[in-house]
């Protein structure tokens, strides 16, 4: 029986369902997230053409304010960032970006993609490509998907089964109604209650943040070397 979300004003089937426009993480999340130890974050962004451009901002505003609250450095924190449609096309990698502003910066300077979606390719390049190439060795690794579709190009049941078994924690964010749980579910790390979001749309992205902050910077994942 999965766990209903206490943090939040409703849920089905133990999946935070949030709709808040604005909601700034609490003093106890942002101090977690500060003094989390080494972690290697893989961003994962839907980039497909049902998205749109101007949810495509929403998606960078979201990034911004999530990404705000940690330490960045060689020492805390390190992100990459790829988006996906047909193909993944790496923003930047784990290895470019070694405090805020810089990482903000080039979080701003992304263009939205276009195409169909592939949300399987866009797994496996996370592993070959951004951890394979420019991942610490003592790094927790996590992924975080963001998508508003089904993966109708290809599957995602064992990409990330491989990106589980070595050592990545992985999160996935729904946006909208036409997406397959399922799939967030099957990609996520277990148990999917503190794994699995659901959004009703990019316009109440940010109302995530908490949640995802909260989640994200508690995790206790097996690390694994590259």
């Not at 962004?45 to 998606?59: A, H, L, Y």
């Not at 109708?152 to 036409?178: C, H, K, M, Y």
Request: aromatic share 8%; glycine share 8%; net charge negative.
């Amino acid at each position: 029986q999965r766990n209903q979300a206490a943090s939040t004003p409703q849920s089905t089937y133990g999946y935070q369902i949030v709709d808040k426009s604005k909601f700034d993480p609490d003093a106890t999340v942002i101090k977690e997230c500060k003094r989390i130890d080494q972690t290697d974050l893989v961003i994962l962004i839907d980039g497909s053409w049902s998205v749109t451009p101007t949810n495509f901002e929403r998606v960078k505003i979201f990034l911004s304010a999530l990404l705000k609250h940690f330490s960045i450095g060689h020492d805390a924190s390190m992100i990459g960032i790829a988006q996906y449609s047909d193909n993944p096309r790496l923003e930047f990698g784990l290895n470019e970006h070694y405090d805020f502003p810089s990482l903000n910066a080039a979080v701003n300077r992304m263009k939205y993609k276009g195409g169909n979606t592939a949300t399987g390719k866009a797994l496996t390049f996370a592993l070959d490509h951004v951890f394979g190439r420019s991942s610490r060795p003592n790094a927790q690794k996590v992924v975080l998907i963001i998508t508003d579709g089904e993966s109708l190009q290809d599957t995602v049941t064992e990409p990330a089964r491989r990106l589980r078994e070595n050592g990545v924690e992985i999160f996935s964010i729904g946006v909208g109604d036409e997406i397959n749980l399922e799939e967030l579910k099957d990609m996520a790390t277990d148990p999917d209650s503190n794994h699995v979001f659901q959004v009703g749309g990019y316009n109440a992205i940010t109302g995530i943040t908490t949640q995802v902050l909260k989640d994200i910077c508690r995790i206790k994942v097996r690390v694994v070397n590259f």
